[in-house]
């Protein structure tokens, strides 16, 4: 089987001819280097592509962007005010400092944007998807619907305002609910056959249960429909605790769900996740990137993965990591080990 071939088969429940290992896309790796082009090669990579299109503000909105030192400033403007956000880019990192809406009024300035939708533009798409051939699964990077009120928001006010105003949290989130629906109907009829949706663990995480029920599932459970009327697949990120989550998990529907992070990092118990999930949902992970593939030597690393291979099926699942994008050539060399390894089995 190839490896595109392998990872479907994988999400369809059907036999593969060994349980593909699949690191979330080239982690630290330079593209063009020869390390890459050996990954790629040797394991069954999923591979991201960003597909361009503001859908936060849309295109009729203009944008003031100004950097001063390692800080950059942007200013949308409204109708109704500007809307300010900063960002701090630093060697190692980069994080919002100051959130696009504070107040309520800065609500409505948002409210108050003439939303016009961005054209779609699948090329990029396309053209990876082409390089990669039958050497992996290209995804299109997708959001969900609750990603609006978590990016105008900082954590603080996204949780104290689901709190104070669950009503508008849930009028931002199915407001941009339609705005994607829309967005991947048209990607889809423009070839985009696979997505990896990201979004849902900010309710997961920062919200709990009734978080979730109201801003998460019925919202990606739509979403999730309409790739699947295009014939496409819907891989499902979601960082954090994800055991209490499992039956909101098969009631969306996603195809794939990643990354199942064990204990200490996260709580998955992968018996545990099969049973409340049973073929409905695949399953991808749950070695940790950084703190197993990239920091233990492979006689440590071969068992574990013998170990979730055999609590979570093979099939409907698929050894990866935890798609943290931090990996180096050290943890690249581990995911191909393994795939050696399996192999000598077959």
Known sequence: ????????????????????VAPFGLGKLAGDSP????????????????????????????????????????ITKTPLGDLTQRTQVTPITSARIEFA??????????????????????????????????????????????????????????????????????????????????????????????????????????LGPVGFDALVVEQDKELIDIIHRHGGIAYYHNHGPVMRFLTRFREIGMDAL?????????????????????DKVAFVGNLDDMEVMEKLPFDQIAPMAVERIEAAGDTGFILGGTASGT????AARNFIALVEMFDDFV
């Not at 990643?258 to 049973?278: H, K, M, T």
């Open 258 to 278: 990643d990354p199942l992070e064990a204990p200490p990092w996260g709580d998955a118990d992968l018996r545990q996740a099969r049973a409340a999930c049973g």
């Open 35 to 74: 390390m890459a082009a050996e990954l790629i090669a040797k394991v069954d990579p999923f591979i991201q592509s960003g597909v361009p299109g503001d859908i936060i503000y849309g295109t009729n909105c203009q944008h003031d962007v100004r950097t001063q030192g390692d800080v950059t400033t942007v």
């Open 101 to 206: 809406v504070k107040t309520l009024a800065d609500v409505e300035k948002y409210f108050s944007i003439e939303y016009v939708a961005p054209e779609v533009d699948a090329s990029a798409f396309h053209k990876r998807k082409a390089e990669i051939g039958e050497q992996g699964l290209v995804l299109a990077g997708a959001l969900d619907a609750v990603v609006l009120p978590a990016d105008l928001l900082s954590p603080e006010t996204f949780s104290l305002w689901w709190a104070d105003y669950p009503d508008l949290m849930l009028k931002l989130t199915n407001l941009f609910a339609a705005r994607l629906n829309d967005w991947t109907d048209r990607l889809c009829k423009a070839g985009v056959d696979a997505f990896r949706i990201v979004g849902g663990e900010y309710a997961s995480v920062q």
């Open 327 to 330: 990996y180096t050539e050290k």
């Open 1 to 20: 089987m190839t490896s595109r071939e392998r990872l479907l088969a994988a999400m369809r429940f059907d036999r593969v001819d060994r349980v593909p």
